[in-house]
């Protein structure tokens, strides 16, 4: 393991451009820790009436943490999770989806339904950071939030086979299973796949979605899978891809250039490549079925779109414009979910990290940013 990490991250430290991100400091980090992240380890949407917090959040907080090469702030982040979101125990409990404060004034959970994606980034983030900070204690609880995933949030779906539901409750029903393709990143997925091979047959299922459930190569928020009949929009939702869709995106372009499947997925989504070159911009809403567009997506959009556009000849013009945008128009410091997604994209813009075509992380540090 050690020697997997020390050469992969050689090998990207000596890629060209590599070397101008090797700061020790990652701003956008220290701005988001400093806006969002409360001393306890709370990431809070502060957009909300109730302050929530969320799973995802969470989630997403141990991810740029380890990016950042913070481990304070990741022992923070996850102390917080497990004593407020998951009674104090992850490995016997997944976390609940949403905190914060109700009606009375009370802080608390607010809805303990789980939220499957969130649970991925939070393993995902356990197993790297074990791996990458020598922490068998993080491997064994990323292991075990693994394990307790599958057994709650896997289906077997009649003619598709295995795949993950966005949570445990209320994804069901006589008609059909709810899907949201953004909550099954293919890097994850794979990462996964060394620890149990029921992973390899949803990654290879998720393919599936990703091409079959958007046929046009633009992809809804949500999809229904039926028995005997496959993917159809969803009956909530419709053919709507919009602030859950743009996630699908942001990691189909971020996977490994020998990731198996890479080449058909991101051929297969171009459509978003080539709609924003036209624009000059992400359109905020975009029908699946019928292509038509409407609204400009806010900045984490154009954050999220980078990594697509890089991996795409046609994307090039549309890349510099979005650059520039987010250089002259940054996310609030406040507005968590494009503060997130612009970690995401630009942090990976600006070759802070890859993944590899295994799902293992390889972020961009020097020796003097270890702590």
Known sequence: MKAFATLALAGFLAAPGAASAGACAWPAWEQYRQALLSADGRVIDPSTEQLVSTSEGQGYGLFFALLGNDPASFAHVLSWTQDNLAAGDLNRQLPAWQWGRDKDGQWRVLDTNNASDADLWIAYSLLEAGRLWHRPEYLILGRNML????????RKLPGLGLMLLPGDVGFDSAEGWRVNASYLPPQLLVRFAAEAP???????NTQRLLLDGSPKGLVPDWQLWKAGQGWEADHQRGTLGSYDAIRVYLWAGMLAKDAPGRGTLLEHLQPMVKLTATQGFVPEKVDSASGAASGT?????SAALLPLLAASPEGTSALAVLRERIKQQPPLADAYYNQSLTLFGQGWDQQRYRFDKDGHLVPNWTAACKK
């Open 147 to 154: 394990w307790r995933t599958a057994a709650q949030s896997l």
């Open 297 to 301: 997506g806010p900045v984490g959009f």
């Open 198 to 204: 029921i992973w390899a047959e949803l990654a290879s």
